[in-house]
């Protein structure tokens, strides 16, 4: 039993590290409750219905922490490697144009541009992602486990910072 407890403390406090995007810069965002679909910790985690306007709801600039992700384990395989900033734009009804941009903490990855699809049900499909909306204790951030430029996958927490 006091293993447990003591397990649950360490993995509650390694996702608050993993919640805190790296310091430095204007738009270092601010960092989302530490737990989402299928963590422990923080506050309830719910999706975000964004059908209505959703182009408009989810035009702008999203900026937020990455961490290296084995999607198959569904667990992280290292710290915070950087921030990622996705600028979306809408191209019609159900089209986005998106960038990405990579800031990793070491070395450089390119940025990757793309057109996706807004779905009726309020996710974004772009890239290689499927990044769905999601609201913890008042934040609403976009999720995406994502395969970066450089081949390895990344959970990214991204959160709007302004309106394109």
């Known amino acids: 039993m006091i293993r447990r407890a003591a397990l649950v403390a360490a993995a509650t406090l390694a996702l608050a590290a993993c919640a805190e995007p790296p310091t430095g810069g204007p738009e ?3 960092a989302p409750a530490p737990a989402t679909r299928f963590e422990a910790g923080g506050g309830e985690v719910r999706e975000v219905d964004l059908t209505g306007d959703l182009a408009e709801r989810t035009r702008g600039v999203w900026v ?3 961490r ?4 198959g384990a569904e667990r992280y395989t290292g710290p915070v490697a950087g921030t990622a900033r996705l600028t979306l734009e809408p191209r019609g009804e159900t089209q986005a144009a998106g960038r990405m941009e990579w800031r990793p903490v070491e070395g450089a990855l390119p940025p990757q ?6 779905t009726v049900t309020g996710h974004v499909m ?9 609201e913890q204790d008042g934040v609403t951030f976009l999720e995406a486990d994502m395969m970066a ?5 990344h959970r990214l927490r991204l959160v709007r910072q302004e309106a394109a």
């Not at 290296?68 to 999607?71: G, L, R």
């Open 28 to 30: 270092v965002a601010a």
């Open 64 to 66: 937020g922490a990455f």
């Open 68 to 71: 290296p992700y084995d999607p």
């Open 113 to 118: 541009e793309a057109t996706g699809a807004l």
């Open 126 to 134: 772009l890239f290689n992602a499927h990044f769905v909306a999601f």
């Open 149 to 153: 430029p450089d081949g390895r996958f």
